[in-house]
């Protein structure tokens, strides 16, 4: 197994090639070269760069979709202008390409209002802004570049992540994440602080008809247009008082639901994935799913989400996992000559995995305890709404 470019978490694991993955040529001779059975993109970006393009063209099975179809991810506006066509159940929105026409929207909306930057921004692009000072401070950081100018939706939110091949698509697992830096979901949001899985609040039935009032027509849609979508889908849901709606799409498995998801499927998940990926998903058993529950802390660089500090020493990982039930995953991590350091905002994502979420939570924190990371901090509260609602 190869990882391009890899760190070394995953070099345990996989020869780790340290090459650009949004590089199309650059992935393709690596593919090449290791005359490799099955590519799986995990980033957006390079799924947006068209990486997956050029590997089909070669005749390689690719996990991931096409650029065209990665717009789902690459365009809010894109996915915004779908729902509407299709009637996706999603907030009412404006598109904007300036300044002067994303504060002209606010009037339409009032606030609470949501201010999102149409392209890729590693899950950070979005405000939610309580205040038109706080909308209009979004609005200016985002410049005129073009902007999705959107309705607050009220409801609590759940992810859901289905495997598509084009033509069908089945659920996979439900997580629900902590957007905000702070305890108590407050502060500024990030690419995600911690997640568990599964979302108990995302009930069978909800699931249900968010496979087919919003995937199960994504992906029809998708294929009627000539842009069939291959891969992962992950949606993100607000559940409202009239059912799940759409908040946005993520062509990946995002971070860090995905490390909340991984330890809980059972099975052959490469078998899987190159179902998905020649086309033969309604040909295979669906996904299994142990009914045990996870939770996953990250362990981020002081700084973070803004810019964080890069080259802390990371010590004692392996104390950590020897915790019963728990992986700690790499992200921003790097060797250097004293050993494991930090070089990124996420650091490590820390899994434990129990019979109940009191369970798999007490192990993670109790593995996170064990990380001697003097620049990097974490939330202590990932999972409260849920442990909460069950009476811990």
């Known amino acids: 197994m190869i990882a391009a470019p890899g760190n070394p978490g995953i070099a345990r694991w996989a020869e780790s090639v340290d090459i650009d993955p949004c590089d199309p040529q650059a992935v393709m001779a690596l593919a090449s070269a290791r005359a490799s059975d099955l590519v799986v993109i995990g980033p957006e970006a390079p799924l947006v760069a068209g990486v997956g393009d050029a590997l089909r063209e070669a005749g390689f099975a690719v996990f991931g979709p096409n650029a065209a179809a990665a717009q789902l991810e690459g365009s809010k506006g894109f996915t915004k202008d ?14 904007t390409q300036s300044q002067d026409e994303a504060m002209a929207a ?19 692009g979005v405000t939610v802004a309580m205040t038109r000072e706080e909308a209009k401070a979004a609005i200016e950081a985002v410049g005129d570049t073009p902007q999705v100018i959107e309705e607050f939706l009220d409801g609590e939110e759940a992810s859901l992540f289905a495997l598509v ?21 407050t502060g500024p949001n990030t690419g995600g602080m911690g997640a568990y899985s599964p979302a108990p609040v995302l009930t069978a039935e909800l699931e249900r008809r968010a496979m ?16 069939p979508f291959s891969g992962v889908l992950y949606a993100g849901l607000m559940l409202t008082s009239e059912g799940p709606k759409l908040i946005e799409y993520n062509v990946r498995f995002g971070d860090p639901e995905c490390e909340a998801i991984m330890p809980r499927i059972e099975g052959d998940f490469a078998e899987l994935l190159m179902a998905v990926a ?7 058993d669906p996904p299994s799913l142990s009914p045990k529950q996870s939770m996953t802390v990250i362990v981020a660089a002081r700084g973070y989400p803004g810019t964080p500090a890069s080259g802390g020493s990371i010590r004692a990982i392996e104390a950590a996992e020897l915790v019963e039930g728990v992986t700690v995953f790499h992200a921003g991590t790097a060797s250097s000559g004293e050993g494991l350091v930090a070089k990124g905002g996420r650091v490590l994502a820390v899994t434990g995995l129990g019979e109940t979420l009191g369970q798999a939570r007490a192990r993670a924190y109790r593995a996170v305890d064990q990380i001697e990371f003097a620049d990097g901090f974490h939330r202590r509260d990932i999972g409260w709404r849920e442990l909460d609602r069950a009476g811990r």
């Open 106 to 124: 606010l009037d339409r909306f009032g606030v609470p209002v949501v201010i999102k930057a149409d392209g890729l921004a590693a899950g950070k």
């Open 278 to 284: 020649t086309g033969r998903l309604g040909e295979v």
């Open 82 to 95: 779908l729902c509407r066509a299709h009637d996706i159940p999603t907030a009412g929105y404006v598109r």
């Open 212 to 227: 087919a009032e919003i995937v199960i027509p994504t992906a029809a849609a998708m294929a009627a247009a000539g842009k």
């Open 165 to 185: 091949d084009g033509a069908t698509a089945v659920p996979l697992a439900s997580a629900q994440d902590h957007k905000r830096v702070g305890e108590g979901d």
